[in-house]
């Protein structure tokens, strides 16, 4: 009976725990990411063409005006635009607790293999959107890894303190 105590705590802890510990090292990883330059100074044009296609627009610099004396807009690089809150991986909380609550599942019960199959389903699942979004498919990437490897502790843990 005592077993099966810490056994539950140890999937509890391992899917709820495991969704602060993420959100964490993701808010860690945009500090990083946005504390120095993106781009090198030697291609300062790269920025223009990163993400285009993702929420992009064109947009006008300037007006010319034709020898009609019609004003026809000039059409410069896309205007870059993060995707509206909860746009984009819609329902990854809840992805995240069935992820964590799989892997611990899968190190209790000696079947390690099985994490393959959750990183399989995982990744198909969300493949059309990762495709689209390179922001979206970085963040995916860093938040598994992360609530996998939480997951995995916490049940390494706590299958070493039962046997």
Do not use: H
């Not at 300037?62 to 909860?86: F, H, L, N, Q």
């Amino acid at each position: 009976m005592t077993d099966f105590i810490w056994i539950v705590l140890t999937l509890l802890a391992a899917a709820a725990l495991g969704w602060p510990v993420t959100a964490v090292v993701l808010r860690l990883a945009r500090a990083v990411e946005s504390s120095g330059p993106p781009f090198s100074e030697a291609d300062p044009a790269a920025d223009q063409n990163l993400d285009a296609g993702f929420g992009a627009e064109p947009r006008a610099v300037t007006d010319t005006a034709g020898p009609d004396g019609t004003v026809t807009p000039v059409r410069a690089g896309p205007i870059r635009r993060a995707p509206a809150p909860g746009s984009v991986l819609r329902g990854g909380l809840m992805i995240g607790v069935l992820e964590r609550l799989a892997v611990a599942g899968a190190i209790l019960g000696s079947e390690p293999v099985a994490i393959a199959y959750v990183v399989a389903i995982k990744g198909l699942g969300r493949y059309a959107e990762l495709k689209e979004t390179p922001v979206a498919a970085e963040r995916f990437i860093i938040g598994t890894l992360t609530s996998m490897l939480w997951a995995v502790a916490v049940a390494t843990a706590a299958r070493a303190f039962l046997l």
